[in-house]
């Protein structure tokens, strides 16, 4: 984690301090687990039904964005409110919380995701193909077993005070 770049990030407003415990840590991360696992069960079987595709393209964009909450809470912050891009804060972190340069092409591509996102909600066109939502699955799974990964890390009833 990349502490010193998070405490820069601060410095925009756009996140801030907060004390998380590991259980709500823990919870949140149940939920983007959750989504996750959801989205693979509409995909399962689709012949290529665009609302199957919207519904789960929706679940793996908001699985990652919990997951890169869950990652800001385990360093100690949270997005600022729920003020305009407060999304778009919390999945632009993910390279300072999941240091890890081996992740920078599923970051960059999982990033995409909210601009398309925020076309689909909005009324713009929506096209995804079948390549696309496949490596969105994988990309999303990569992240979600990293944060997993660091959760596990502490232990239950601690406060995650980083």
């Known amino acids: 984690m990349n502490l010193e770049n998070l405490t820069q ?57 919990i997951l890169c909450e869950v990652m800001l809470a385990v360093g100690g912050y949270r997005t600022s409110g729920n003020t305009k891009g407060h999304h778009e804060a919390a999945i632009n972190t993910i390279w300072l919380t999941l240091d890890d340069e081996s992740m920078n092409n599923t970051y960059s591509r999982l990033k995409k995701i ?7 909600e909005y009324g713009g066109t929506f096209e995804i193909s079948s390549p696309e939502i496949e ?26 005070n980083l």
């Open 135 to 160: 490596t969105m699955v994988d990309d999303v799974e990569s992240v979600l077993k990293r944060v997993g990964k660091e959760v596990e890390k502490a232990k239950p009833g601690q406060k995650l």
């Open 9 to 65: 990030f601060e410095k925009t407003g756009k996140i801030e301090k907060i004390k998380f415990t590991f259980d709500g840590i823990a919870k949140r991360y149940n939920i983007a687990s959750a989504r996750f696992k959801n989205a693979k069960k509409l995909l399962m079987g689709n012949d290529g039904d665009e609302s199957v595709y919207i519904s789960a393209y929706s679940e793996l964009y908001n699985s990652f964005r």
């Open 114 to 120: 909210g601009k398309k996102r925020t076309g689909m």
